[in-house]
């Protein structure tokens, strides 16, 4: 009933920017964090970013200060803009989100398929 999926991802060179874009659809749903992770090659995924329903925002240590999240409740979209990318920002991003659905009533995480962002020169 629940999908979420991602866009905006593709090749960019070092400095560039990229705006990764995440809708949820459905019917009855309430969203709570939005988050985007990120799974480098070879290694775990991590959490990239996060945003509550109210709009406060966290982010990794990796990325702090060159991406930013934000999120449209009226679209039930997040997005995460990326600036001034490097080769290690290279990964499959991808987007997740706590969601309640009222019929019935259960609260679970909802994932997108991933996004491949590749930075090089």
């Known amino acids: 009933q629940v999908q979420l999926v991602e866009s905006g991802g593709g090749v960019v060179q070092p400095g560039g920017s990229l705006r990764l874009s995440c809708t949820a659809s459905?019917?009855?749903?309430?969203?709570?964090?939005m988050s985007w992770y990120r799974q480098l090659p070879g290694k775990q995924r991590d959490l990239v970013a996060t945003?509550?329903?109210?709009?406060?925002?966290t982010y990794s240590d990796s990325v702090k200060d060159r991406f930013t999240i934000s999120r449209d409740n009226g679209k039930n979209t997040v997005y995460l803009r990326m600036n001034s990318l490097e080769p290690e920002d290279t990964a499959i991003y991808f987007c997740?989100?706590?969601?309640?659905?009222?019929?019935?009533?259960?609260?679970?995480?909802?994932w997108g398929q991933g996004t491949q962002v590749s930075v090089a020169s």
């Open positions: 459905g019917n009855f749903f309430i969203f709570y964090d």
């Open positions: 945003i509550t329903k109210e709009h406060t925002r």
């Open positions: 997740s989100a706590r969601i309640t659905t009222l019929n019935p009533v259960r609260t679970c995480d909802y």
